[in-house]
């Protein structure tokens, strides 16, 4: 199993939603990552847990609040989201020893209203 | 010097042609490159890590030249099913963070 899977595909919500998103990896991978993607521009890096500890926050919003529940599982929580918020949330994973080599799951494409 | 700067494309080729891409990256102490690929609206797919001087994987070959600092990436025999866009990415040296390029876009055509 190669696979990071994430739910949901698509999302739509308001500015006053609370909504989730969901990643989840069965590789064994110990780190894993949130990256916002906007049209036409390469991945952003949002956070970065390792050992389900939270290592790297790139000064995100507040609105955005990560979760690392166990070592297979990475939540997104949103709330209060601004339309420019609106973009392709990535999620990746990899090993231990080798965090340079990165595994993307599909995505969710969210656009806030 | 961008920390990773990559040709700006699109590249349009025909089916059968061959079509290289070059990465430029400016941190001298980097050891590890590595290539993706990503078809629209869907998620970067790694194609192809570089560690050493190069690389390669069937039609796919990359190159690392680390005198000049930059990596290509070089597809033979191309297929229409090779349109992506192809992203040249470099670990910044601090842990789990990558710097990606801006892509490279490839069409193949009939």
């Known amino acids: 199993d190669t696979e990071v899977t994430q739910t949901p595909k698509h999302l739509v919500m308001g500015m006053t939603n609370k909504k989730s998103l969901k990643c989840e990896q069965h590789m064994g991978h110990r780190a894993m990552y949130w990256y916002k993607q906007k049209a036409k521009k390469p991945p952003e890096l949002m956070f970065v847990?390792?050992?389900?500890?939270?290592?790297i926050n790139e000064s995100v919003p507040s609105r955005f609040s990560p979760e690392c529940p166990n070592s297979s599982l990475l939540n997104l929580h949103l709330h209060a989201l601004q339309p420019e918020d609106s973009a392709l949330y990535l999620c990746?994973?990899?090993?231990?020893?080798?965090?340079?080599?990165?595994?993307f799951g599909p995505g969710t494409r969210l656009t806030v209203l | 010097r961008k920390e990773v700067e990559q040709d700006p494309g699109p590249f349009n080729v025909p089916e059968g042609a061959t079509v290289a891409f070059n990465c430029t990256y400016s941190?001298?102490?980097?050891?590890?490159f590595f290539w993706y690929r990503q078809d629209c609206r869907k998620e970067p797919k790694l194609l192809m890590s570089v560690y050493s001087s190069g690389n390669e994987d069937g039609r796919f070959t990359a190159q690392l030249n680390r005198a000049s600092q930059y990596i290509s990436l070089l597809i033979r025999d191309s297929k229409l099913s090779d349109s992506a866009t192809y992203l040249c990415?470099?670990?910044?040296?601090?842990?789990?963070?990558?710097?990606f390029g801006t892509g490279t876009r490839l069409q193949v055509t009939l």
């Open positions: 847990y390792s050992y389900e500890k939270l290592s």
């Open positions: 941190n001298s102490a980097s050891q590890s």
């Open positions: 990746a994973s990899s090993r231990a020893g080798d965090e340079d080599t990165q595994y």
């Open positions: 990415v470099v670990p910044t040296g601090t842990a789990s963070k990558l710097t």
